[in-house]
C-alpha cells in the first residue's frame, strides 16, 4: 500500500476516476467490440489494443503527474506550430475515415491533429488569462490575442470536424467567462457566431457536393433535419433508413438496458450499431449496465468538473487554477456531447466518450489531461504548498509570468 501511495500522488479523488472509466472501458470495450472481433476473427485483440492504450497512458499519467506544473507553460511552444502544420496537412492530405479527412499516419502511427490542438490552445489561453489579470479584471488585449488564437484553431478544425471546433471555443469561452474577461466583448462574441452559424445553414442547400472546405457542411444540415424531422410525426412513426440507423439502434439499445440492464457481455444492439465502440458506446453501456449504470458513468464525469472547481478555488496562482478548468471542462463537455448524441438528444457528431471508447490519441490525450489535473492538486494548492514547505523549508520558485495570484482566491 505504501509503494501505491509513493506513486499514485496528487489527489485521490481525481485517481479514483480515472481508474473506474479505465475500468469499465475494458469491461465495455470487450462486449462492444463484436463486429471488430467478427471481421478479424480475434475476440481478444481489440480488447488487448485498447487495454495496452490505456497500460501506456497510464505509465503517462504517472510521469506527467510528478512535473511540477510550471513546465506546462512550456508545452504550446511546440504543440501550437506542430498541430497548426498538422492540421493544415491532414485537410490536404489526410486520411478519409467516415466522410472527414481528420487523420494522419505518422511512421505507421494514426493520429489525430485536432486532438493536440485542443490541448495546446487550451494550455494557451490559460497561459495568457493568468498573464494578463489586474486587479478587477484583465488587460484590454486580452479578448483580442485570445479570439486570434481560437480562431485560427477552430478554423483549421471546422472543414472537417464541426463538433470538436465549436467544443473547444466553448472551453476556450468559459475560460474567458471565469478569467473575467469583459462581458459585454464576450455578449458580442455569442451574437456574432450565432450568425454566422445561421447563414451557414441558410446558404449550406445551395453549396455544390464536394466543393472544397465546404464538402462537410450539406452533412451537417442533413444530420440537423435528419434530428428534427418535423412535430407532426411521433418517434415511433418513424422508419429506420441508412440516415437515422444509428440513432434508432442507440435507441433499442437504451430500451433494452432498461433500469439495471442485461448485464455486461449480454448487449443484442452492438451486433448491429455501428461505432457501437466509439460514438454510441454510451448507448451499449446502457443497454448493460441500465440505466443506474449510464448515471453512474455521468456522475463520474460529472464530478470530476467539481473536483476540479474545488482544487481550482485551492490554488494559489491563476495559471494552474485556469488551467485545471479548462481540461475538466473539455473532458466532461465532450463526455455531455457523447452521452448526448447516444441518447438523442441532440444530433450525430463525431466525439468519443473520454477515456471509455476506443481510440489512440483522444485516449493518451486525455490521460495526459488527467497527468495535468493531478500534478495541479499535488502543487499549485495551498495544502500542497504548505505540505512541501514543511519538508523541504521552502517553496517552490514560480516563473513570474505565471505568478500572478488567483482571483478566485482574492
Known amino acids: 500500500m505504501d509503494t501505491v501511495k509513493s506513486i499514485l500522488k496528487g489527489d485521490k479523488y481525481i485517481w479514483g476516476v480515472y481508474l473506474m472509466l479505465c475500468m469499465i ?3 465495455e470495450m470487450y462486449s462492444a467490440t463484436s ?23 497510464t505509465i503517462g499519467v504517472i510521469i506527467i503527474h510528478n512535473f511540477h506544473y510550471k513546465w506546462f507553460k512550456l508545452i504550446p511552444v511546440v504543440l501550437l506550430p506542430l498541430s497548426f502544420i498538422l492540421l493544415v496537412y491532414a485537410m490536404f492530405f489526410g486520411e478519409e475515415v467516415n466522410g472527414a479527412q481528420r487523420w494522419l499516419t505518422i511512421c505507421g502511427i494514426p493520429l489525430q491533429p485536432s486532438e493536440l490542438a485542443k490541448m495546446a490552445v487550451v494550455i494557451t489561453v490559460s497561459f495568457i488569462l493568468a498573464k494578463k489579470q489586474v486587479p478587477g479584471g484583465v488587460q484590454p488585449d486580452t479578448f483580442k490575442t485570445i479570439l486570434i488564437i481560437v480562431s485560427i484553431f477552430c478554423m483549421l478544425i471546422l472543414p472537417e470536424n464541426f463538433s470538436t471546433s465549436a467544443l473547444l471555443g466553448l472551453v476556450c469561452f468559459c475560460l474567458m467567462l471565469i478569467g473575467r474577461v469583459e462581458l459585454i466583448k464576450l455578449f458580442k462574441l455569442v ?3 450565432a450568425g ?13 457536393e464536394n466543393t472544397p472546405v465546404l464538402d462537410r457542411i450539406p452533412t451537417w444540415r442533413a444530420r440537423i433535419l435528419n434530428f428534427s424531422h418535423g412535430n407532426d410525426v411521433p418517434e415511433y412513426a418513424v422508419k429506420t433508413n441508412d440516415k437515422n440507423y444509428q440513432v434508432h439502434h442507440a435507441r433499442m439499445a437504451i430500451a433494452n ?12 444492439e452492438r451486433d448491429f450499431l455501428p461505432q457501437a465502440y466509439s460514438d454510441f458506446i454510451y448507448a451499449i453501456i ?30 494559489t496562482r491563476a495559471f494552474p487554477a485556469f488551467l485545471i478548468m479548462g481540461i475538466a471542462m473539455m473532458i466532461v463537455f465532450q463526455a455531455i456531447v457523447n452521452m448526448s448524441v447516444a441518447s438523442g ?5 463525431g466525439q468519443p466518450l473520454p477515456l471509455i ?30 505540505e512541501e514547505k514543511e519538508l523541504t523549508g521552502e517553496e517552490t520558485e514560480i516563473p513570474e509570468d505565471i505568478s500572478a495570484p488567483n482571483p478566485n482566491m482574492l
Open 286 to 315: 446502457i443497454e448493460e449496465m441500465g440505466v443506474v449504470g449510464g448515471v453512474v458513468v455521468m456522475a463520474l464525469y460529472l464530478s470530476l468538473l467539481i473536483r476540479a472547481g474545488m482544487i481550482a478555488k485551492k490554488c
Open 25 to 27: 472501458s475494458i469491461v
Open 345 to 349: 438528444l441532440i444530433p450525430v457528431t
Open 257 to 268: 438496458g432498461g433500469a439495471i440492464g442485461t448485464f455486461p457481455g449480454n448487449s443484442r
Open 191 to 193: 451574437a456574432v457566431l
Open 196 to 208: 454566422f452559424v445561421i447563414v451557414l445553414f441558410s446558404i449550406s442547400p445551395y453549396i455544390p
Open 357 to 386: 471508447s476506443r481510440g489512440g490519441t483522444s485516449t493518451i490525450i486525455t490521460c495526459a489531461y488527467f497527468g495535468i489535473m493531478l500534478s495541479i492538486s499535488r502543487y499549485a494548492t495551498q495544502d500542497a504548498i504548505k
Open 35 to 57: 463486429t471488430l472481433t467478427f471481421k478479424i476473427q480475434d475476440y481478444l485483440a481489440p480488447t488487448i489494443r485498447h487495454t495496452l492504450i490505456l497500460f501506456c497512458g
